[in-house]
């Protein structure tokens, strides 16, 4: 089992009519509503399982603007923003502070790869990253058995609670109105006259003018019922979090084969940063072509598997009637194995790197499901061909960070406010003119 979010218990009696429905209870699905019911939208949460029940509660708590994509820095900067001022916003602890986030590097690549990404992105956005020699490297994450040649530094970079900040959030959008619907999965979409006219829900239907798809790993197989394309596949990612250790390292770190974080409860979350499992699924062919330009730049963090996974996702139905009970009640959380191998190694190369670690008892191990994008930015975006249907997912292993931002963006757009960054590099229509997915180069 993953780690267990804060509780949160939402509402009983789903309303008939709403004007917009959020489906997923995620960091992007809790901050759009509180978005939305902070402007006074009549907002409807649905969840098909528990609020932060997926990738949410499950990621490594890293909310860093240093190594985005350049497409991602505006929303960053946006995200950031709404970080700092979260707990008085929310009036909860959503867990952030600002930790300062360090890239270790051993040798003069990785420096000259580094300074590379502070040349092109950092430093035309302004951002305080910045490239610190072995000294003050030592300083910031002391007691390393290796001599780091330095690092890729981020002072006002951070770090939050991923098990407390999407329940946190979501209370107080109910707070200032959205109703919040848990153990609810929405089936489908309806539409009048081509544009949205509401959703089929398991408890019910509800009318509305907008619908966000904001459901992480499962957007996809929603879309594909709804006869949109939305190219996404999932991988999966382990981790584990130490019971609480009395140790100096306060910044956040990735090294070769590892990435520590401290936790607020005093102990650390622990993964090998490098490596993540692609399970051989029927999309995986399905989505060859779009995916295949992008993969030798991932390739060395990727682990091919074929198994079990293959059968789950070649029996699950691509295509239901909405008064037929759909895939998404029958997993109600997704939960994968965490890689024993991956933990293992990242337990190995922390100890060896440093021997803080040597004492630390482990707590919990568990994995995610990351839905990955082609060119791994996300879609915050209208569906052209249907007015009202917005998509907000894919963020490909970065989204928690970035999440305040992207429910900003995602509740401009289906306001119709000004949008808080330019969202062009978020466009769905980037999946479906032929347009061809590029990566950032990687640091
Ligand atoms: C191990 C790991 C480490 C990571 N580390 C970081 C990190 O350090 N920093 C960072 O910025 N990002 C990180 N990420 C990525 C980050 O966690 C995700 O990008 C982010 O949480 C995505 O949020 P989401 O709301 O889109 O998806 P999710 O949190 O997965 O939420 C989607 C929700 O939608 C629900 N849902 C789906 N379909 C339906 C439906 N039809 N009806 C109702 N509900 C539905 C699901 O049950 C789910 O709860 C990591 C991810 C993993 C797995």
Request: aromatic share 6%.
């Amino acid at each position: 089992m993953g780690p267990k979010p804060d509780p949160f218990s939402g509402d009983q009696t789903l309303p008939t009519r709403a004007s917009v429905v959020v489906i997923g209870g995620g960091i992007i699905g809790t901050s759009t509503a509180l978005e939305l019911a902070e402007r006074g939208v009549d907002v409807v949460l649905c969840e098909k399982g528990i609020i932060a029940g997926e990738q949410s509660s499950r990621n490594w708590g890293w909310v860093r603007q240093m190594g985005r994509d350049p497409r991602e820095i505006p929303l960053i900067q946006e995200s950031m923003r709404a970080w700092r001022g979260m707990n008085e916003r929310i009036g909860a602890e959503a867990g952030y502070r600002e930790c300062g986030i360090l890239y270790l590097c051993e040798s003069d690549a990785d420096m000259a790869a580094r300074e590379q990404w502070l040349d092109e992105h950092a430093r035309p956005h302004q951002l305080a990253s910045r490239m610190i020699a072995a000294e003050r490297t030592a300083e910031l994450a002391p007691g390393s058995t290796i001599k780091w040649k330095g690092a890729l530094y981020t002072e006002n970079d951070g770090r939050a609670e991923p098990q407390k900040a999407a329940p946190a959030i979501a209370e107080a959008a109910r707070r200032h109105g959205a109703k919040i619907f848990t153990n609810c999965a929405v089936r489908g979409i309806e539409k009048q006259a081509g544009r949205i006219s509401g959703v089929v829900t398991e408890k019910g239907r509800i009318d509305c003018d907008a619908v966000v798809v904001a459901g992480g790993a499962w957007s996809r197989r929603f879309c594909t019922n709804a006869e949109v394309e939305l190219q996404a596949l999932n991988v999966t990612s382990s981790c584990l979090r130490t019971e609480p250790l009395e140790t100096d390292l306060e910044a956040s770190a990735a090294g070769n084969g590892f990435a520590y974080r401290k936790r607020l409860d005093g102990g650390y979350t622990v993964a090998h940063g490098g490596l993540s499992v692609a399970d051989i699924v029927p999309d995986s062919f399905r989505l060859f072509f779009p995916f295949i330009p992008n993969l030798k730049a991932e390739w060395p963090h990727l682990k091919l598997r074929l198994g079990k996974r293959f059968i789950e996702e070649a029996t699950m139905a691509r295509r239901w009637a909405l008064d037929s009970v759909s895939p998404f009640e029958q997993v109600r959380v997704l939960d994968p194995e965490p890689v024993s191998s991956i933990i293992e190694h990242s337990i190995r190369n922390l100890k060896k790197a440093y021997p803080a670690f040597e004492k630390m008892k482990v707590a919990q191990t568990w994995a995610g499901c990351i839905d990955v994008t082609p060119d791994a930015v996300p879609v915050i975006s209208e569906v052209e061909a249907i007015p009202g249907f917005f998509i907000s997912s894919g963020f490909s292993g970065h989204g928690f960070g970035i999440g305040p931002g992207a429910g900003k963006l995602t509740a401009d757009l289906v306001t119709g406010a000004p949008p808080c960054v330019d969202p062009a590099p978020f466009r769905h229509s980037r999946m479906t003119d032929g347009s061809k997915a590029s990566m950032m180069a990687e640091v």
